[in-house]
T-cell receptor, first 115, second 111 residues
Framework: DTEVTQTPKHLVMGMTNKKSLKCEQH?????MYWYKQKAKKPPELMFV???????INESVPSRFSPECPNSSLLNLHLHALQPEDSALYLC??????????????FGPGTRLTVT | ELKVEQNPLFLSMQEGKNYTIYCNYS?????LYWYRQDPGKSLESLFV?????AVKQEGRLMASLDTKARLSTLHITAAVHDLSATYFC???????????FGTGTRLTIIP
């Protein structure tokens, strides 16, 4: 299994809603990542979990809350989002072992629209 | 702070022609990646370059890395319409999980 899966594929939420994005990998990878990508822009790193611990937080607003329940799962909890948070949210994972250990494998993304 | 620049930002080329996309970065790095992204889709890994002088080829695409010049190139040979996409390079620093992405090059192949 060489896939990273993400659910849901699309999400529309109001500014007062609470929702969660989910990401899963079964490749035994030890690092997982959340990115935000606006149209026609490169992905922007939000968070990195290494060995199930938060290792990088790129000064993301607290309305985004990551969670890593185990080495295969990564969640992104959303609360009180703003319309400018509408974007494609990408999850990725990497093995952290061997010469290609930092190569990132991306999931299909969740298209988020905040109304 | 690591900065990664790509050029050109936009490239429109005819089928059958050759062209090169450039990726410059500002800090010594031990790894560089090329990704492809189709509209509305996720990123697909194309090449992993881990040493000076590395050259990788897949079909009509060839990537190379010059760590001394802090430069990577993605060369397209005899372009076909299927290669139309946005191409990103991404650079990583020693022992750090973070990748810094270039601005992307939007490639359009015209029949």
């Amino acid at each position: 299994d060489t896939e990273v899966t993400q659910t849901p594929k699309h999400l529309v939420m109001g500014m007062t809603n609470k929702k969660s994005l989910k990401c899963e990998q079964h490749m035994g990878h030890r690092a997982m990542y959340w990115y935000k990508q606006k149209a026609k822009k490169p992905p922007e790193l939000m968070f990195v979990y290494s060995y199930e611990k938060l290792s990088i937080n790129e000064s993301v607003p607290s309305r985004f809350s990551p969670e890593c329940p185990n080495s295969s799962l990564l969640n992104l909890h959303l609360h009180a989002l703003q319309p400018e948070d509408s974007a494609l949210y990408l999850c990725a994972s990497s093995s952290l072992s061997g010469r290609r250990g930092y190569e990132q494998y991306f999931g299909p993304g969740t298209r988020l629209t905040v109304t | 702070e690591l900065k990664v620049e790509q050029n050109p930002l936009f490239l429109s080329m005819q089928e059958g022609k050759n062209y090169t996309i450039y990726c410059n970065y500002s800090t010594t790095s031990d790894r560089l990646y090329w990704y492809r992204q189709d509209p509305g889709k996720s990123l697909e890994s194309l090449f992993v370059l881990l040493s000076n002088g590395a050259v990788k080829q897949e079909g009509r695409l060839m990537a190379s890395l010059d760590t001394k010049a802090r430069l990577s190139t993605l060369h397209i040979t005899a372009a076909v319409h299927d290669l139309s996409a946005t191409y990103f390079c991404a650079v990583g620093l020693f022992g750090n999980e973070k990748l810094t992405f270039g601005t992307g090059t939007r490639l359009t192949i015209i029949p």
